[in-house]
């Protein structure tokens, strides 16, 4: 999304190192191109929230003190654009990563994608059995999801070098280890593009 990865995004603004986000730009680009010549659906995950923020949960929600986007946004509103409000540009998708015909985009205000919406029952009328993560960020929305999806009974493969967090990248390599150990399988880019051709 403009509010992680490009240059002047929230994070970027307020002084962040975006770097490592920026180099998954790639990998997910080689992934999503190779998903689609092989009919493999691809699915976005965008956090949004109404720019009332009326679906943020308010002051009683940790959601509202936690939710590095909403903190940023509320102590610096300047910034409101850059961040997670609907019909911003910092909502907006990345242009070397904007979705294709077919692409399904899902619409959260959580961190796992499967909270409040329709996915699961997206991925059940696509008989979809494996699913294949990338994205930012690694211990938030993507292990997030990630672990919604093993409770659902889906079959989680993490791309190691298409995923990235604003941070240390000993917190990175924790959620892979945690991946590893309980919740799934990770691979990286090359392997997971030998996968998808098949």
């Given at each position: 999304?403009?509010?992680?990865?490009?240059r002047g995004g929230l994070f970027d603004a307020h002084?962040?190192?975006?770097?490592?986000?920026?180099?998954?730009?790639?990998?997910?680009?080689?992934?999503?191109?190779?998903?689609?010549?092989?009919?493999?659906?691809?699915?976005?995950?965008?956090?949004?929230?109404?720019?009332?923020?009326?679906?943020?949960?308010?002051?009683?929600?940790?959601?509202?003190?936690?939710?590095?986007?909403?903190?940023?946004?509320?102590?610096?509103?300047?910034?409101?654009?850059?961040?997670?409000?609907?019909?911003?540009?910092?909502?907006?998708?990345?242009?070397?990563?904007?979705?294709?015909?077919?692409?399904?985009?899902?619409?959260?205000?959580?961190?796992?994608?499967?909270?409040?919406?329709?996915?699961?029952?997206?991925?059940?009328?696509?008989?979809?059995?494996?699913?294949?993560?990338?994205?930012?960020?690694?211990?938030?929305?993507?292990?997030?999801?990630?672990?919604?999806?093993?409770?659902?009974?889906?079959?989680?493969?993490?791309?190691?070098?298409?995923?990235?967090?604003?941070?240390?990248?000993?917190?990175h390599d924790a959620t892979l280890s945690t991946v590893?150990?309980?919740?799934?399988?990770?691979?990286?880019?090359?392997?997971?593009?030998?996968?998808?051709?098949?």
């Amino acid at each position: 999304k403009m509010s992680l990865l490009p240059r002047g995004g929230l994070f970027d603004a307020h002084g962040m190192d975006i770097s490592s986000c920026r180099k998954t730009i790639t990998p997910i680009e080689k992934i999503t191109h190779m998903a689609r010549s092989k009919g493999v659906t691809v699915i976005y995950t965008v956090h949004a929230y109404s720019s009332d923020m009326y679906d943020t949960g308010g002051p009683s929600s940790p959601n509202w003190w936690k939710e590095p986007t909403l903190v940023m946004c509320r102590k610096y509103p300047e910034h409101a654009d850059k961040g997670c409000f609907r019909n911003t540009w910092g909502c907006e998708i990345i242009d070397e990563l904007k979705p294709r015909k077919g692409d399904v985009i899902i619409e959260k205000n959580k961190y796992s994608a499967f909270t409040g919406t329709n996915l699961d029952n997206i991925l059940k009328a696509h008989n979809a059995k494996h699913l294949i993560f990338t994205g930012v960020t690694t211990n938030v929305c993507v292990e997030s999801t990630l672990r919604n999806a093993y409770f659902l009974e889906y079959w989680p493969v993490i791309v190691s070098d298409a995923c990235a967090l604003i941070g240390p990248p000993s917190v990175h390599d924790a959620t892979l280890s945690t991946v590893r150990i309980a919740f799934g399988w990770v691979t990286n880019t090359e392997d997971a593009l030998k996968a998808l051709a098949g």
